[in-house]
């Protein structure tokens, strides 16, 4: 059995993980971590493979699931920048074979970061009959610093698939966000989507999500929650077109604004063919005071009220 | 010893006196009500005295500890000991019990959680992990808050009609915690429009068109509580009456 190489900086990166701790711990969970070009650990599990090319300023991942492949225990990635700045450069190719079921976490860790520009493009392929979660977490600084996240995503999601991508930065101060996601449906198929942010001081978000709902019968769901205070602004695009027959969807926007917070949501949704069916909702609207009223009568301060108001509206269930 | 004194206090709100005269002083450890009927401007003193932000432009003074607190805002007015369970409750999205106990104790503590949730009848293990959100009904909300409100051991507690929207066998944990507040020393400010409730208090002021017009021990505002407010000639015999009639056509 091959032993976890406990060096500075794989301390460091679990010293600062909340709820995934000890996943990077368990032999019997696999997990990847790269810190800025340079993997620092890694424990494959049967019925993956994983090859991991070190770049100059990142690293290009493939991850390949043959067919009938169903792992119960998701697959944990990390992507750090301890002691580092500057560039990390990220391609992932993601190959999921027929009737296989994988769910990967992936943990993107600045906390110590300054002058970092994350910057990542992942191809996804569903093989049919297929599923693939995938979560992405990210634990920024909580003192105000440069960094940067530009990250793209596209999935073809194959017959009968379920494809469900959600990305979370709601733990320190996100900076600069640009994201794209971006999924194809084909027949039977099922798409999901989900944001969940919280944008403070300057923070800048810019969040594209996109379904495309080309099979009959495909279905799709975009969801974002996204809460800005202070000068935080941030927009969010969420489209949903059906272009197949019988598709059905629903785009789902909750916005929270507080002091000069800005937010915008503009959904887009679109249906070629009258067999289908797509709706949409969005609330914008402010921190309740009465909730904050209850906190504060129990002595919390106003700012740390609005956090853990914001904090439970943006929890993932 | 007195701990809390209401002097001359007044509130406008939309050109119109909302609180009129309100004085009253409450000594430390006792239960102390303010009672009237609905509209009287009970939940209004509630409010003045946590220091919510609407109703902080008030006439006269709110005195705490023998200090004025009219400048204070709602934390530091927690932060002497001040704090208020709301007539309904609100629920948060995305908090379970146990996260929401915790920022009444300021850690995590199992065995005082399972305590103060069993003191208000709730299960420690159906409960803990559930959200304070829309699933609770009124009541369980209502419980819930009792139970963060007695790890919070506030010195002077504020309650608004505790009875409200609480189920029958429930309000006998209300009254045990009234019993408990005793116990433990803290103040409470018991807020009611209920016989009922008033008989667990020692002592109280009648309230009626934002005016605070009797105050004494128990039988004596049991004795004024079905007789007019000299002050807007509202005959209280009559409204309850009216009550007693609706309740019978329900009963039909
Ligand atoms: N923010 C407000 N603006 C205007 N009028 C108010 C406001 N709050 C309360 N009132 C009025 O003041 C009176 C007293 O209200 P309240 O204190 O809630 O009564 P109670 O709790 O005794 O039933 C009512 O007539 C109510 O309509
Ligand atoms: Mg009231």
């Given at each position: 059995m091959a032993k976890i190489y406990a060096n500075d900086i794989f301390e460091k990166i679990l010293s600062t993980l909340e709820d995934e701790k000890d996943a990077f711990l368990n032999r019997d969970i696999a997990h990847l971590i790269i810190n800025k070009n340079k993997v620092i650990s890694s424990n494959l599990v049967y019925g993956i493979r994983v090859e991991v090319e070190e770049i100059d300023n990142g690293a290009n991942v493939l991850l390949e699931i043959e067919d009938n492949v169903k792992m119960e225990m998701p697959i944990f990635v990390c992507f750090a920048m301890i002691h580092q700045k500057g560039l990390q450069e990220v391609r992932t190719n993601v190959k999921l074979g027929n009737n296989s079921h994988v769910s990967l976490i992936s943990?993107?860790?600045?906390?110590?970061?300054?002058?970092?520009?994350?910057?990542?493009?992942?191809?996804?392929?569903?093989g049919e009959n297929s599923s693939y979660r995938y979560f992405e977490r990210h634990y920024h600084p909580n003192v105000s610093s440069e960094i940067t996240i530009k990250a793209k995503t596209l999935a073809k999601v194959g017959y009968n698939a379920y494809y469900k991508n959600e990305f979370e930065i709601t733990k320190g101060l996100i900076g600069s966000v640009d994201l794209e996601s971006e999924a194809i449906v084909e027949d039977y198929g099922v798409v999901e989507l989900g944001m969940y942010m919280y944008g403070r001081e300057n923070d800048k978000i810019k969040v594209k999500e996109k379904g495309l709902l080309k099979g009959n019968y495909s279905r799709g769901f975009l969801y974002s929650k996204i809460a800005v205070k202070d000068q935080a602004?941030?927009?969010?695009?969420?489209?949903?077109?059906?272009?197949?027959?019988y598709a059905k969807g629903h785009v789902d926007c909750t916005e929270i604004v507080k002091d000069q917070g800005r937010a915008r949501a503009i959904p887009?949704?679109?249906?070629?063919?009258?067999?289908?069916h797509i709706t949409h909702e969005a609330a914008l609207g402010s921190v309740d005071s009465k909730e904050l009223q209850t906190l504060m009568a129990k002595g919390l301060t106003e700012d740390e009220a609005t956090d853990i108001i914001i904090q439970g509206i943006l929890r993932r269930k | 010893m007195e701990l809390l004194k209401f002097k001359d206090v007044r509130l406008e709100k939309e050109g119109k006196y909302i609180l009129q005269r309100v004085n009253f002083s409450i000594n430390r450890g006792e239960i102390y009500a303010i009672v009237g009927k609905n509209g009287a401007g009970k939940s209004t003193i509630a409010y003045t005295l946590m220091g919510i932000p609407s109703y902080r432009d008030i006439d006269g003074k709110i005195i705490f500890e023998g200090k004025e607190i009219n400048n204070l805002d709602i934390t530091q007015r927690a932060n002497l000991g001040i704090t208020l369970l709301w007539q309904e409750p609100v629920r948060y999205e995305g908090i379970k019990v146990k996260e929401y106990l915790k920022l009444s104790l300021k850690k995590e503590d199992e065995e005082k959680f399972k305590e103060a949730l069993e003191l208000v009848g709730l299960n420690y293990r159906s409960y803990i992990d559930r959200y304070v959100d829309n699933s609770l009904s009124g009541g369980e909300r209502k419980r819930i808050e009792l139970a963060a409100i007695y790890l919070l051991n506030p010195k002077l507690v504020i309650l608004d009609e505790p009875d409200s929207g609480i189920d029958i066998e429930a309000i006998n944990y209300i009254f045990n915690m009234l019993n408990i507040f005793k116990q433990k020393g803290t103040?409470?400010?018991?807020?009611?429009?209920?016989?009922?409730?008033?008989?667990?208090?020692?002592?109280?002021?009648?309230?009626?068109?934002?005016?605070?017009?009797?105050?004494g021990d128990i039988n004596r505002l049991t004795e004024y509580f079905g007789t007019k407010c000299p002050y807007c000639e509202v005959d209280y015999s009559k409204i309850l009456a009216k009550e007693e009639i609706l309740n019978l056509k329900k009963g039909d």
């Open positions: 943990i993107c860790n600045f906390v110590d970061g300054n002058e970092i520009l994350h910057d990542s493009y992942t191809d996804i392929e569903l602004e941030a927009d969010i695009y969420s489209d949903l077109i059906a272009t197949g027959k887009i949704i679109e249906v070629r063919d009258p067999t289908s | 103040t409470v400010l018991l807020i009611t429009h209920s016989l009922e409730v008033l008989k667990r208090a020692d002592r109280g002021t009648l309230i009626c068109c934002g005016v605070s017009y009797i105050e």
